[in-house]
């Protein structure tokens, strides 16, 4: 059986094809094409309903580049959302796990607590230095100390909000980027 080289008049391939063969697909992009001879001249054709056939193939390959950009998207959000973590008891976990649950609620409390009792403490240790005639810098130290662990505290909740605000716009805008994707590929789709 002999062969002819002839191109792929859709995407220009050389195509090895027996000399009695009058129509053929392809290898490389599954074009179905018909096979004209005239005299030494031979040229492949593009059958009209292939047209539709390349289109869809061009539509698949658009959905797995889509496909692709969603992995990536969800790829750097899963490496992403690391730096907005929060510790929590052992491990480290993203904001919206730890909010609401019962040992953070437990644990503003005890906060709270703590800096009522610490408050007590430091005013009574106040009371004693005034009842004693302390120098009258020397008594500033408790009432400093007392401002001191307020700042801390709300420093801490300050920065735990603002770490809370900056994963939630994140996520927000990793949710808009994954839902445009998804609407091109659904729409592609059908
Ligand atoms: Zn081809």
Redesign the pocket.
């Known amino acids: 059986m002999k062969l002819q080289s002839m191109q ?1 008049n ?4 050389t195509l090895e094809v027996p000399e009695s063969t009058r129509f053929l697909t ?1 290898n ?2 599954n ?1 179905k094409l018909s096979v004209h001879r005239e005299g030494s001249a031979s040229y492949t054709e593009v059958l009209e309903k292939i047209e539709q056939r390349t289109e869809k193939i061009d539509e698949n390959l658009e959905i797995i580049k889509l496909q692709h950009e969603l992995e990536r998207l969800d790829r750097e959000w899963e490496s992403g959302k690391r730096q907005y973590m929060v510790k929590d008891d052992k491990d480290y976990k993203m904001p919206d796990e730890i909010i609401g649950k019962p040992n953070k609620i437990v644990s503003v409390i005890a906060g709270v607590v703590f800096l009522a009792i610490f408050s007590i403490v430091a005013l009574t240790i106040f009371g004693g230095m005034r009842s004693m005639n302390a120098p009258f810098l020397v008594t500033l130290v408790p009432l400093g100390m007392i401002v001191f662990v307020i700042l801390a505290v709300v420093s801490s909740a300050f920065s735990t909000s603002n770490r809370l605000g900056k994963f939630q716009s994140a996520k927000t805008q990793y949710d808009v980027e994954r839902e445009q994707v998804l609407r091109k590929i659904r729409n592609l789709d059908s």
Do not use: K
Request: hydrophobic content about 10%.
């Open positions: 792929c859709n995407c220009g391939a392809c490389y992009c074009s």
